[in-house]
């Protein structure tokens, strides 16, 4: 008797070395948010894989005027970067946009870069029709968790000076302003926007030691 195997088995077995194991951390589950109006879901993270480049791309299409391209999520794949999809089974009625083959709704994504003691978030999205729910905080807090598993101190980020809505929920998030990068994105009408340098002070996984 035969068996099929689904197409990505063989990449999600020969996942990075970041990938292994639970993510977030497994020592801290974490508490999807939850409304009346969007009742619970049955979630998962899993590995960015090439595969997903068509529907992550679709959405950082919709979320930003100046999204990131399909090249640079594929470069932080092929760099090893961690790379993490937020994916939920539909709510009864619920129609997947973007399409995906496993017919999930893809509700947001991280990309980050390890350094020395410290994690570097390079991207960090939810679809639009499921921001303003708690997804963002959500894989905030998981990214944190992660990030202590493997012994960092500090959390990096730059976001757009004019984004308040993203600066206020990083605030709440425990991030400080720190410094800030002159014309460091593009505005359109060949203007640039300055970034605001953000960084938290990662408290020690439990065990480990204190930074």
């Excluded at 993510?23 to 999807?32: K, M, R, Y």
């Excluded at 303003?132 to 012994?151: C, T, V």
């Amino acid at each position: 008797m035969s068996t099929s195997t689904p197409a990505d088995a063989a990449p999600r077995n020969a996942l990075p070395a970041w990938a292994s194991g639970l993510w977030p951390a497994p020592t801290e589950p974490l508490t999807p948010p939850r409304s009346v109006s969007h009742p619970e879901r049955r979630i998962v993270f899993e590995p960015m894989l090439e595969s997903d480049l068509d529907s992550v791309h679709a959405v950082e299409s919709q979320a930003y005027a100046h999204p990131w391209s399909r090249r640079h999520f594929h470069d932080s794949l092929k760099a090893g970067y961690p790379a993490i999809l937020l994916l939920s089974q539909p709510l009864p009625g619920e129609v997947v946009h973007p399409p995906r083959a496993d017919g999930r709704v893809l509700l947001g994504y991280l990309v980050a870069m390890p350094g020395v003691d410290e994690v570097h978030l390079l991207n960090i999205t939810v679809a639009t029709a499921h921001q303003r729910q708690g997804w963002a905080r959500f894989m905030l807090d998981a990214l944190g968790l992660w990030s202590r598993g493997q012994g960092a101190q500090w959390l990096w980020l730059e976001v757009r000076q004019g984004n308040a809505p993203a600066r206020a929920l990083y605030e709440r998030c425990g991030f400080a302003q720190v410094g800030l990068r002159k014309g460091y994105y593009p505005a359109g009408h060949f203007q640039r926007e300055d970034a605001v340098v953000m960084s938290l002070r990662l408290a020690p996984a439990a065990g480990g030691p204190t930074p």
